[in-house]
């Protein structure tokens, strides 16, 4: 079955750093897309980030500038760096991942891990 495993949440003041990983198990697909999405409680969930796999990037217009999203395809892993937190950007950041079986894409999520920035 596939899993995506995430890791690098925390605490930090504002202005600090984190860097997200994300790894998805091994299997019989393709990476076409992975990326970072993030929510917070009364609040829908939102696009952070995407790269796709011929290195195609999308980020969200509140996190231009601050957060970069890179990719290893070979050991099928995505990073988010975040510099100059903001206290607006606590919230559960989970992965997702289009992967490729066949002719077939499906798409898959982590369970979250917790970014706090506070002082």
């Known amino acids: 079955q596939v899993q995506l495993v995430e890791s690098g949440g925390g605490s930090v003041q504002p202005g600090g750093s984190l860097t997200l990983s994300c790894t998805v198990s091994?299997?019989?697909?393709?990476?076409?897309?992975m990326g970072w999405y993030r929510q917070n409680p009364g609040n829908q969930r939102e696009l952070v980030a995407t790269?796709?796999?011929?290195?195609?990037?999308s980020t969200a217009d509140g996190v231009k500038g601050r957060f970069t999203i890179s990719r290893e395809y070979a050991k099928n892993t995505v990073y988010l760096r975040m510099n100059s937190l903001k206290p607006e950007d606590t919230a559960t950041y989970y992965c997702n991942a289009v992967l490729r079986w066949g002719k077939n894409d499906r798409e898959y999520w982590g369970q979250g891990t917790q970014v706090n920035v506070s002082s």
């Open positions: 091994r299997g019989k697909y393709t990476v076409e897309s």
């Open positions: 790269i796709s796999v011929d290195g195609i990037f």
